[in-house]
């Protein structure tokens, strides 16, 4: 067992009730994580995408969670209000067997990182721009295990390396870094 730490939980509360699909979480989330930052926008590079059926006004906001490096076994099919949704509709992980979640001209997975930034946000900008309060952010203190091992980056690298190449992956590192240094 891991020595125990205090950490901050970040968590968005989404209320959809109060979700029209205005799609400002999508626009801001690309913008914010373009390179430059707000050079460009473009919701296929969000890292929270609204499945919705305006028909039945109903809009369901998802966040970008863990890559997947196999599909699952089985499905998840949703019926809401009568309305049945895409197999795997409102699943969160970047995964090989659909395109949501993944970064448009490499390929590489996309995660919600809550805006983490230097000096740090005042809240996520998914949630400074939703104008009817869907999004709700709250944080709370808790003890937890130690952070991530070097393992645990060893593993998730080699995950990455094995679906999209050593290449590639190389690639996209060196223009991040060479982004954040410019
Ligand atoms: S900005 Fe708010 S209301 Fe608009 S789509 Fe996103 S969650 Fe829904
Ligand atoms: S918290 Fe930040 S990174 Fe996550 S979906 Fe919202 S805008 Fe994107």
Redesign the pocket.
Known sequence: MGEKKKKIIKTIK?DLD?????????LVCSAFHAQPKYSSNNPARSR?R?IHDPLKDI?V?VYAGEYAKAECMGRDKYVIDGKEYDECAFCRASCPSRDIFKEPDSGLPLKCDMCEDDPPQKEPL?VQ????D??IYEEREEEVEEEVTQEDVEIGLEAMIDKYGLEKVMDTMTRMSLAKKG
Do not use: D, M, S
Request: charge should be positive; charged fraction near 15%; include cysteine.
């Open positions: 989404v109060k979700c029209n699909g205005c799609r400002a979480c999508e929270i609204v809009y906001p998914c721009w939703c104008l009817n869907a999004l």
